[in-house]
């Protein structure tokens, strides 16, 4: 089964630094870090990623698994020094990362809204349905 796309988060912070937060697949993993595929497969393999998630993104024709930076961090694969510490973060950072989903979330929410007029109007308009007749009549 298919998910969709997760939103992007973006790789890098303001502050130059990976965002332990992000997913990365395993050959991005090796190729941001420099190190072999088999090295971060092998870590995969003995359980390393805690947080490590199996997807098929919609339009990629297999699995694939995504790893958190901070998970490459904990099985020293990615340096420390190159990825922003988790408690650095604030509640602006909090918030302006999730200010695509909240704008996202508005624009639905609008089309549902949109959406539920129009199944209501179109349900109005079927035979035996009250105000039907009294349209017809009224014409």
């Known amino acids: ?3 969709p796309p997760p939103p992007p988060r973006p790789l890098v912070t303001a502050t130059g630094l990976y965002d332990p937060r992000a997913e990365v697949t395993l050959t991005e993993a090796a190729e941001l870090f420099e190190v072999s595929y088999d090295t971060v ?3 995969l393999r003995h359980g390393k990623f805690s947080r490590a998630v199996k997807k098929r993104i919609i339009g990629d024709e297999i699995e694939r698994w995504y790893v958190p930076i901070a998970d490459l ?15 650095t973060f604030t509640t ?5 990362g999730d200010a695509a989903l909240l704008v996202e979330i508005a624009v639905l929410r609008t ?3 949109m959406l539920e007029q ?9 035979p035996g349905s009250p105000g039907v007749g009294a349209m017809a ?3």
Do not use: H
Request: hydrophobic letters at 50%; glycine letters at 2%.
């Open 137 to 139: 009549v009224a014409s």
């Open 92 to 96: 602006a950072d909090a918030d302006a």
């Open 1 to 3: 089964m298919s998910t």
């Open 118 to 126: 129009e199944v209501a109007f179109w349900r109005s308009q079927r």
């Open 73 to 87: 961090v904990d099985a020293g694969i990615a340096p420390a020094a190159r990825v922003q510490p988790a408690s």
């Open 111 to 113: 089309k549902v809204e």
């Open 41 to 43: 497969k092998m870590r």
